[in-house]
C-alpha cells in the first residue's frame, strides 16, 4: 500500500469522532460527547438519533449486521450477528435500526461462564453499549462495544468491572488533585500493551494436535539450535512475516488502533506489536481485536499464530507489557514529574499511590494474570518471578531515600527536601539499565507491568490496579482534605508511605535464587507460584473489602470470578492432559513401537545372513527405545488415572490443587519419555513435526 493512504485508511472502518461530527446534528453531537467525556446519561432521542447515522454510515460501507461485541468471561470476545433487514409491505426489506437495538441486547447468554451468578431458568443477560469505546465494522457487521451483565446487574464480562475501576480511581483522583487546586474534568488511565507472539508454517500447525487443541505443544525434543545465538531478536524480519505485519498493519489501521512497533522477539519464529496507548478501556477492546486480526490474517498468509504464553518449551515465552499511567483530561500525566516543587510533590504523591496499592495489593496484581498458560512463564528463567515487586531506579530510589530520612540527597543539590518547598532534583529516565526482570517497573513517565501472558485480557490487570490504587489515593485524600497544615501533613505522609512500603521496591535481579530467599523470608511479600496457589486470595477479606469498597466487583461477583478462573484452569489442563493421552496412544506408541519392530527385524535378517555380525546399532536401539515404550505405557496409565480422579473432589479449590500437584506432574514425566523416544526415532517414522519444522519453517 502506497504510504501517502496511510492517513486516509486509519479509522476507516471506525464510527470516531471525526464521524460523528460530521454526520450528526450539533445538538446531539454535544449530547453524545457529554455522554462521552463525562458519563453523562443518554438521552432516548439521542441514541435514536445516533443509531439512525450509525446505520447509514455502516450500511454505506458495504455493513448488513450489526452486533453487540463483549467480552465474556471466556477470555475472548463474543458476537451474535443481526441483518439490519425489516420487511417492507411491497414484499421487499428496509436497512433499519434503532437507538433501542443501538444501547441495549439480549443475547441468550445461558452457555457462557457465569459461576452461578445466573442459574439457567433466568439465564438472560443483556448487553449495554459503552459509548466511550467506538463502534467500528468488521466482516461486513456494525460491532457495538458494550457491557455484559445479568438481569439483575451483575457483571458477567470483563468490561463492566473494568469501567467501574476507573470511575474509582477518577473520583478518589479528582478529590487529590482539589487539594492542589487542579480542577480537572476527569481522570483516566491509559495503557500501551505490547503483545507477543509466534508465527509457524500453518500446515506444520494442522499436523500437531496438541497445537491445534490446545495452543502448546505438549511434547518435543529440543531441535539442535534453539535462541542460544541471540540472532533473532530484532534480527531482519522474514519476507513472509514482513507482509503479514503488513497486511496485520492496514486492517488494525482501519480499525482506528494505533500499531506503531513491530519486531522479531527473542525466541525464534517470536514477534512483537505495539501500538501507541490509549484510554485503558479502549486500549482493553483493541488489544483484543488486535489478538483476533493477528491470527484472522495468519491464516490469509498460510501462518499460523500462536497466542499462547509458552507454545514450545526451552525456548521464550510470549508475555505483554501493561504499560499503565494516568492522566487528566487537560493532559497532565500524574506519573510525569514537573518542574516546580508543587508539581513534584502532587508527582511523588501519585508514585507512592501506586507503591503502596502494589504492595497492598501485589496478590491481586498477580492473580490477575493467572492462568494455565501463564504459569509455565512466571517463575521460569524468563519472565518475571510470580513475586511482584516495583523497580524504581537507582536514581528515584535514592530520592525516595532521602526524603524518608531527611538526609540531603547525593545529587546536585545538597538540601534536605520539604515537599512543597523545594523542587526534586532532576533525575534521567532509566533508558539504560531498564531492570527487564522486574515485574512492575517505573520507567520515566509510567508503571510498566510485565507480567501478563500473552493471551490475557488486559481488563483483568487493569481492573485490578485501578481499584488498588484508587484505595491509596482515597486513603491519603481522607487524611489530607482535613489538614490544617496542608505541606505538613503531605510531606510526612509521603514520608511515612515510603516507610511503610519500602519492602516492594527492588532494583535487583527479579530472576535470582538469592531474590526469592530475600523476597518470601526477609522482606514477607507473596510468591505465589501457579493458578491454584493464587486465585483463592481474591476471596480474601482485605480484598473483597477494597473492591466492594469501590464498587468495583460485589461479593457475588467476586465468588463466581473465582470460581470461573479456577475452572478455566482445571478444563485448560484438563484438555492437555486427554490431548497427551490421545497423541500418546494413537500415535507416539505405535509409531515407536513399528520402528522398534523394524529395528528387530533388521537385526535378525543380518544374523541370518552372517551370525557373527553384532548389530550393536540395531539391538542397542531396540533395547532403549523398548524401554521407553514401557515408561510412556506406565506414565500415560498413571495420567490417565490422575484425569480420571479429577471429578472426585467437591470443590473447585480441591480440584484446582489436585490438577497442580498430580495431573502436572505426571504430564511432565510422560514428556520426558517421549521426547527421548523421538531423539532415537528416524525422522520419517515419527508422527508429529519436529521442534525444528515448527520453529524454522516460516522464510
Ligand atoms: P519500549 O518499552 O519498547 O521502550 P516505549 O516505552 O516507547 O517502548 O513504549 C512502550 C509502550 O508504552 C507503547 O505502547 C507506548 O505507547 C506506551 N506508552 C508510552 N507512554 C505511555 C504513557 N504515558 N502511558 C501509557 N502507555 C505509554
Ligand atoms: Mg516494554
Redesign the pocket.
Known sequence: MESKRVPEIFGSMVFDDRVMRATLSAEVYQSLRKTIDENAELEEDIAEAVATEMRNWAVERGATHFTHWFQPLTGVTAEKHDSFICPSPDGGVIMEFSGKELIKGEPDASSFPSGGLRATFEARGYTAWDPTSYAFIKDHTLCIPTAFCSYSGEALDKKTPLLRSMQALNRQAKRILKLFGTEVKNVRT?????QEYFLIDEEEFKKRPDLVYTGRTLFGAMPPKGQELDDHYFGVIKPRVTSFMEDLNQELWKLGILA??EHNEVAPAQHEL????STTNVATDHNQLTMEMMQKVARKHGLACLLHEKPFAGVNGSGK?N???MATDTGI?LLSPGDTPHENAQFLLFLCAVIQAVDDYQDLLRLAVATAGNDHRLGANEAPPAIISVFLGEELTAILEAIKNDTPYHGKEKVIMKLGVHSLPKFSRDTTDRNRTSPFAF?G??F?FRSLGSSNSIACCNMMLNAAVAESLKQYADVLEGAADFEGTLHDLIKDTIKKHERILFNGNGYGEDWVKEATEVRGLSNLKTTADAMPHLLDKKNVDMLTAHKVFTEIELHSRCEIMLENYCKTVNIEGHTMVDMVRKNYLPAIEGYVGSLAKTASLMQSVRGKVKCHYEVSTMERLSELTDEILESVEKLEEALAGLNRYDTIIKTSEAVRDDVLPKMDVLRKFVDEAEMLTPEKCWPYPSYGKLLFSVY
Open positions: 491509559s495503557v500501551g500493551p505490547e506503531k512497533t505495539a501500538p501507541i496507548y507489557h504499560n499503565w499511567s500525566n520507567t513517565n509510567k510498566e
